[in-house]
């Protein structure tokens, strides 16, 4: 069964750091577009940062450029640095995925994990 597990949220003080980490379970993310994608309560998901399947190229939300970095690590493991983290960044992190290269929106990605709690306090 396919499935994404996100892992590493928490509650951290405005300016300080979070890695969230998607792992893969029972499949290879290699060639796979991989999208981390957050909601926050009444609000719709929205994408934070993308990193293409067939090249790596990545794309950030202006809210998060500068500050989050996506990255992989070997087959099956996504990684998105967070730091100096701001209240506004509160939400559930989804990380997603698409095959090939796919434009960073909800839409474009499947396989949703459950999510994972990020709360920034100022």
């Known amino acids: 069964q396919v499935q994404l597990v996100e892992s590493g949220g928490g509650l951290v003080q405005a300016g300080e750091s979070l890695r969230l980490s998607c792992t893969a379970s029972?499949?290879?993310?290699?060639?796979?577009?991989i999208g981390w994608f957050r909601q926050a309560p009444g609000k719709d998901r929205e994408a934070v940062a993308c990193?293409?399947?067939?090249?790596?190229?990545t794309f950030y939300a202006d809210s998060v450029k500068g500050r989050f970095t996506i990255s992989r690590s070997g087959k099956n493991t996504a990684y998105l640095q967070m730091d100096s983290l701001k209240p506004e960044d509160t939400a559930v992190y989804y990380c997603?995925?698409?095959?090939?290269?796919?434009?960073?929106?909800?839409?474009?990605?499947?396989?949703w994990g459950q999510g994972t709690q990020v709360t920034v306090y100022s």
């Open positions: 990193i293409s399947g067939s090249d790596d190229t």
């Open positions: 029972g499949f290879s993310l290699e060639h796979w577009s």
């Open positions: 997603g995925d698409a095959l090939g290269q796919a434009s960073c929106v909800p839409s474009h990605f499947g396989d």
